[in-house]
Structure formats: C-alpha cells, structure tokens
C-alpha cells in the first residue's frame, strides 16, 4: 500500500509540473536562417518561458525555400522566427558580410514584452561590422554563440493632472473659491417641504377628535 502511495503521489506531482511549466511556457519561436541563400534551415528554438533561452536543435530540418522576394536577397543574412503559438513570423536580416571570416560568431537576440509577458518584438545582431571590409569568405557552418537579452516594457508613474483655473474674464485674474456650503443650504428646498407636510399630517388627527367630541 505504501509504494502505491507513494507512486500516486509521484505521478500527481509529475502532472503538476507538466501543468506548471505549460502555463509559464509563453510561446515557442522556431528559429531558420538562409545560411544556404535561398533556403532556410532551422537551427534552434526561442523558448519564451521563463527565464528566456536559446536550444539549439538537436535534429537537422529539411531545407525550407525562400517563397519572400523580400529576403532572398543573397547579401543579406535572415533570421526567420516562426512562432508557435499564432504562427506568425518575424524576419531579421542584416548584410552577410557580418558573418565574414567568422567560425563563431557571437549573435544577440534581444526579446522585448509587455508587463503581461506577450511578445512585443525581437531585434537581432551578429557578427562584427569591421568584417564586411574584409575581403568575402564563404561561410558554411559556424557555430553560433548566441546571448538572450529580455526587456519587459514598465509602464511610468501617471502625471498628476492639474486641475483647471477659474478665471473671471471682466479683471483676468483667478476667481478666489466659493466657500463650501452646508447641507441645510443646499438642500433646503427639498426639507421645507418635507417638515411642512409633517407639521401639517400631525394636526388633522387632532381636529377630527375635537369635532367627534
């Protein structure tokens, strides 16, 4: 009984991990780059959780065509960022150049989100611009060193409002303020009537008892 017990609650525990770590999992952003000009290979994941990180793959995608006239211009390098989550994508391009020479380069994603932890944008850098004065050296396959860097947007503290001047347009100088009135002066109106109606309710019993006598 006691090994079932304890295996019950093992697997109790294993669910609510999964749960967990699905509900802090924001998004996941496969991420392609045209290395081979016009065809992208996935190369690694954005996992959008908490903290956020880089996985390279572990398994080599087919080659993906580059379907955009956009990004399928040969001197540019391209970031493809496929989100899994609304299945848009996001492309970063900067001159291939960058990457000259470079057997490692060190390459920045910059994650912005809201205060709620949805995706903003994503900026991206790599390589050194210095390179791009070198003379051009095929790159195959370099092995990225890549850093995540995550800036959530705060938002400020909210302006005091001030409120707005009476002015007496006759002398253009500011009205002093009216004195506050009282709660007889304000709604005397409605409490006359009241106190009449009650003075007046309570002597008609009276009459009726003097004429029966």
Known sequence: MRVLNRSAVLLLLCGFAGVLAESLLLDT???????????????????LADPVQYSPATIQSPPMADADSKTSDPSMY????????????????LPR???????????????HMAQDGSLLRVD????????????????E???FSTSVVVKRRVQGPSPE???AANIDLSTGKEKEPEPQKSFLVKYWYYIVPIVLLLMLGGEEPQQEGNARR
């Not at 952003?29 to 996992?47: A, C, H, M, S």
């Open 29 to 47: 952003l496969k991420v392609y780059d045209n290395l081979n000009p016009g065809f992208y290979t996935q190369r690694g994941e954005l996992i």
């Open 78 to 93: 391209t970031v493809l960022l496929s989100s899994q989550k609304t299945d848009s994508q996001f492309a970063l391009s």
């Open 161 to 163: 409002l001030a409120m």
């Open 124 to 139: 991206y850098s790599a390589g050194k611009l210095e390179n791009c004065k070198k003379a051009p050296i095929p790159v």
């Open 141 to 143: 396959s370099p092995a």
């Open 97 to 111: 150049c960058r990457l000259n020479g470079e057997r490692a380069p060190k390459e920045t994603f910059v994650v």
